[in-house]
């Protein structure tokens, strides 16, 4: 019976292939967990909102940020912030992927981070008593992710490590189960 329960969770999984021109990162979303986030990220799969937007923060030993910016930097407007949701359980271990934020708690809108190493001091309650909202995986694809975390990066426009040679978001799509 416990067979035919885990089953049934696996199969109504959600997840997304990010396309990358470094290749691709296969994602599995925790929708029970992390719903607000998991609706939130998905209304902009949906939109096509990332296609064509670059990983714009990139720190090796740390994560990459992408989900706001075009190549010329121009900020994308999204859609309402939503509520955080990092007292979910959830760890910023190496290959999950959080929602990013400004220092307001509430603030995350299209950007997303994947971790590249255990980042625990991110959990809840993580340094301002609220921490960054995990809500998924990579389940297929760290390697794309480490060769990310491996490009150069400088300060353009105003932004720290930002990749010398742009690494784009070809597109994101959902996979069917």
């Known amino acids: 019976m416990l067979l035919g329960f885990t089953s049934q969770a696996s199969a109504d999984s959600i997840r997304v292939l990010m396309k990358t021109n470094l290749g691709e990162i296969e994602l599995e ?3 029970d967990k992390a719903p607000a986030s998991v609706e939130n990220f998905l209304r ?6 990332y296609n064509g937007t670059i990983f714009h923060r990139v720190i090796n030993g740390f ?8 190549p010329d930097l ?7 912030a939503i509520t955080n949701e990092a007292k979910n359980g959830l760890s910023n271990a190496r290959g999950s992927i959080a929602m990013a934020r400004t220092n307001a708690p509430h603030s995350a809108t299209s950007q997303f981070f994947i971790n590249h190493k255990d980042n625990d001091n991110l959990d809840y309650p993580s340094f301002d008593g609220w921490g960054y ?3 998924g995986r990579v389940t297929r694809g760290m390697d794309t992710v480490d060769r990310i975390a491996d490009v150069a990066t400088a300060n353009r426009m105003g932004m720290q490590n930002v990749p010398v040679t742009d690494v784009m978001i070809e597109n994101v799509t959902r996979l069917s189960n």
């Open 74 to 80: 121009d900020q994308k407007r999204g859609h309402a």
């Open 44 to 49: 902009y799969v949906d939109e096509g909102f």
């Open 63 to 70: 994560m990459i940020q992408g989900g706001g910016f075009t």
């Open 29 to 31: 979303l925790d929708g």
């Open 133 to 135: 909202a995990v809500f």
